[in-house]
């Protein structure tokens, strides 16, 4: 039997993806902050049949960066190569809902 620390490690992007969730009073889009990016989603799907994960990656020192981390240690990914960085952003982005359900997306950094 092989001593490996993960069985699978993913190198990529992690970042905020505002989805629309309703209107406002107004009338106007109101959107929610989710935790999205294609490497950690899969990692936590894979967490949940009990595979061991690492996430290795960069956001930003920032408020996001910081809700993004807890949101990846909570799901039982490792986090050890994951990195803050003071000179950037988060990568947000929003995802609007286009005619027919379909979504649309718009990168913001």
């Given amino acids: 039997m092989s001593d490996k620390s993960f069985d699978v490690a993913a190198l990529g992007e992690l970042l905020i993806d505002f989805t629309q969730n309703g209107l406002s009073q107004q009338g106007n ?5 989710n935790p999205g990016g294609a490497p950690c989603n899969v990692l936590a799907m894979l967490r949940k049949l009990d595979k061991r994960c690492a996430f290795l990656g960069k956001v930003g020192q920032d408020g996001f960066g910081q809700q993004l981390a807890q949101v990846v240690k909570e799901a039982g990914i490792d986090t050890r190569a ?24 718009q990168l913001l950094s």
């Fill in 29 to 33: 889009s109101l959107f929610e902050a």
């Fill in 82 to 105: 994951l990195r803050f960085d003071p000179e950037i952003h988060t990568t947000l982005a929003i995802v609007q809902t286009l005619p027919g359900g379909r979504p649309g997306l």
